[in-house]
């Protein structure tokens, strides 16, 4: 007897999705990708196998169901497909972008063994735009007020996602942000071109409109500590800072101009708006750009040079490409714009000419020997071949510690040997009673979704804390 | 919110301006400043907090048009609001009682200074001030500093007013006169408070000197306003904005200030460009 039973055909390759071509969009601040069409979203959709024990679920940090509203898209209702994945995700929009899913939900799905995962993040992106393109928001039902108010310290990826947990549950919810808008890294430090300021907007809106009140120009730890927003009545505080405080080389010529952290490059161009013609805050629009680090926020700095003028953009990393922590894909999109690597390659001291201007950078170059404590084979130096590297502009970008602003306004939070506040991983909570932490001011500089992991299992402690349930 | 309560021109270039701001007026501290931006396509500016009143919730900063911005700041009117507030920001003075106290401010600099001499002046210390600028016009609060001071000096470069010369050299005389001094704080631009912080370090005075190099957020993050301090390099936001006049090197925090120069030059020449076009 033959096997009668229907099998579901395996597609192996993904429906790739179409991007500005690079020699375009390297002069422009546009998104990169361009977005499934309902067509491409139905077609990858239907690759999903709708496994029985999905492991993408519990590989992502917010668990968002992932089979069932891949399925939804399948059969065509986008706007229901939306509403399951933000019964887990206030922000699929963004996370769709910049979540580093091969690492998560399709670095395990079942596909990948044979082909290429399912673009979960495509999908989930392609939901996202489509409800807000077509108007179809559906706002979830917000609990009747429980007389409880909790403040959030940060309005980057953390902090919107307590608020968003706590808003539905009947929570009085204010957000204090340090900047003039809110979105913390997802404003000041992520470019336009791979996540549009006005997405970021609507998704902040909706959580505006579910109730969420933003506090903007207002730096706790400065215009008021967190004892003082106790004593005006919140019941709970969660601190969700982020990892905002540049680190440098300590090079000798470090402090010439033109040399920038990726924080303050970044800045200027995404939240100051340095690209547009009648900008107010100036950015030095260099000729030859060099750009220090390996990870996504170096790529989004060689880029953005390119957008803001650069011939040449340059990357300097003392590993070799395969020790970059960068996703593959922002490595690649930088490539073909045309950013140059100089890989293996270690900066020594920054020049500069009479007036104080950069003029180069001096490098030696480096050769990997023994692994070191991250597991990565440690780089060293190759006596003798220094080598200089003409340039006008220096971006730093080789991570970023805590910001102290709370830890030291209230000194009996305890925090860590790095700086980072010391916060139980499983549910957020501090030394300090009723003070909660969550994102890279825990963890030091992590991504989006796992700062949003820990909002959410803050959010629930917090609720536990405040009205005795789970 | 943030509504300009009372606006007021202290000389043809400066200008004071009361502030509606509870918060900030109740946290401040002698030596913090604020940021602001004035509309909404404006760059952020930060500014010394040059007076305040807790009680009934105002500020005052004082500033001078110096580029597109501060002329920007000026275009506005009492009853205005400002786009954004924030603060206060930066390490507060460290005030004691420390025995006499010589305090020296040029130029719009005199504006920071003020409520450091009435804080030093209420902590019981013996005030000297000496504020100067390039004439007599540019002279500013200079009322409400001698009303703090038990001796106060007053130069402008020109000679219009008071000593003719510098403010360095005021103090220069002082000290060689033979008084004695157990700190020194001094405010103003850049090349005023290397002359004059070299003239009272080198006499061995302890001395602050609160600087205002080009930043943008004010909270840490950019790491735009760093300066070499003791051969280190500190943020002068959350480090500062005072530090040891000892260990600053100005030649650093002079040239990093003309970062931009070329970009302010280009854009007031455009802007009055503009201005031309529509009279």
């Known amino acids: ?470 | 919110m943030n509504d300009i309560l009372q606006k007021e021109q202290l000389s043809e270039l400066v200008w004071r301006y009361r502030i509606d701001a509870p918060r900030i007026a109740r946290k401040r501290k002698a030596g913090q400043f604020i940021i602001l931006r004035s509309d909404e396509k404006a760059e952020r500016i930060p500014l010394t907090i040059a007076n305040g009143n807790a009680e009934e919730g105002w500020i005052e900063i004082i500033f001078q048009i110096v580029g597109l911005g501060t002329h920007r700041l000026a275009q506005l009117k009492e009853g205005d609001t400002l786009q954004d507030l924030v603060g206060p920001l930066g390490k507060a003075t460290h005030i004691q009682n420390f025995g006499r106290c010589l305090c020296i401010g040029g130029g719009v600099g005199v504006a920071p200074l003020y409520p450091i001499v009435t804080a030093l002046r209420e902590a019981g210390n013996d005030m000297t001030t000496i504020i100067g600028a390039r004439n007599r016009d540019l002279l500013i609060l200079e009322e409400e500093i001698s009303a703090q001071s038990n001796h106060a000096y007053l130069t402008t470069d020109d000679g219009s007013y008071g000593q003719k010369g510098f403010v360095s050299a005021v103090a220069e005389q002082l000290i060689s006169d033979g008084n004695h001094y157990d700190l020194a704080v001094v405010i103003g631009p850049a090349i005023m408070m290397k002359v004059t912080t070299g003239v009272t370090v080198g006499h061995g005075i302890k001395t602050y000197a609160s600087l205002n190099p080009i930043m943008v957020d004010g909270t840490g993050m950019c790491g735009g306003c760093r300066v070499t301090v003791h051969g280190e390099s500190k943020f002068a936001c959350v480090d500062g904005p005072e530090f040891d006049a000892a260990g600053i090197d100005w030649d650093q925090l002079m040239n990093r200030l003309n970062s931009y120069r070329e970009f302010e030059e280009k854009a007031i020449k455009d802007h009055d460009c503009k201005l031309g076009e529509v009279s």
């Open chain 1, 1 to 470: 007897m033959t096997d009668v039973k229907k099998k579901k055909v395996i597609i192996l390759e993904k429906t790739p999705m179409s991007e500005q071509d690079p020699e375009v969009r390297s002069h422009n601040f546009e998104e990169v990708p361009l977005g499934y069409t309902e067509e491409e979203a139905i077609a990858e959709a239907k690759r999903c196998l709708q496994c029985k024990k999905p492991k993408c679920i519990e590989h992502c940090p917010v668990n968002i169901k992932i089979p069932e509203f891949i399925a939804l898209i399948a059969e065509g209702d986008f706007a229901g497909a939306a509403s399951k994945v933000k019964e887990d995700n206030a922000l699929p929009a963004i996370c769709g972008r910049v979540c580093p899913q091969e690492d998560q939900c399709e670095g395990v799905c079942v596909l990948s063994k044979k082909g290429d995962p399912v673009s979960v993040g495509n999908l989930e992106r392609f939901v996202a735009d489509w409800e807000r393109r077509h108007d179809a928001v559906v706002y979830p039902e917000v609990k009747p007020s429980n007389g409880k108010k909790v403040g959030i310290v940060g309005s980057g990826p953390a902090g919107l996602t307590v608020a968003g947990e706590l808003v539905k549950e009947g929570f009085d919810v204010t957000i204090f942000e340090a900047l003039h808008e809110s979105g913390g890294v997802l404003v000041y430090g992520i470019p336009e071109f791979r996540l549009p300021k006005e997405i970021v907007k609507k998704e902040i809106n909706y959580l505006e409109k579910l109730g969420v009140k933003i506090e903007r120009n207002f730096v706790v730890g400065k215009t008021a500590t967190l004892d003082e927003l106790f004593d005006e009545g919140f019941d709970a505080l969660f601190v969700g800072t982020g990892a905002g405080l540049p680190v440098f080389m300590r090079i000798p010529g470090e402090n010439a101009i033109g040399v920038y952290s990726a924080n303050e490059y970044l800045t200027r161009s995404n939240l100051m708006k340095a690209f547009e013609e009648d900008a107010t805050t100036p950015v030095i629009r260099g000729k030859r750009v060099v750009t220090i680090g390996g990870g996504n926020v170096a790529m989004d700095s060689a880029r953005s040079a390119l957008r803001l003028g650069a011939k040449e953009s340059i990357i300097v990393y003392r590993r070799s490409e395969k020790e970059m922590p960068a996703r593959n894909a922002e490595i690649h999109h930088a490539k073909e714009e045309g950013v140059q690597f100089h890989l293996l390659c270690n900066p020594l001291e920054v020049l500069s000419d009479e007036k104080g201007f950069v003029r180069g950078l001096r490098n030696i170059k480096m050769e990997l020997g023994e692994p070191d404590d991250s597991g990565r084979r440690r780089p060293v130096p190759i006596v003798g071949s220094d080598y200089e590297i003409e340039c006008d502009v220096v971006i730093v970008a080789i991570g970023n510690k805590p910001n102290p602003l709370i830890q030291e306004s209230q000194p009996d939070i305890q925090t860590t040997r790095w700086g980072t506040i010391e916060a139980d991983e499983e549910d957020g909570r501090t030394s300090k009673k009723f003070v909660y932490a969550g994102g890279d001011i825990v963890t030091g500089a992590a991504t989006v979704i796992l700062a949003m992991g820990a909002g959410k299992s803050a959010a629930k402690s917090i609720q536990t804390d405040l009205l005795g349930e789970d």
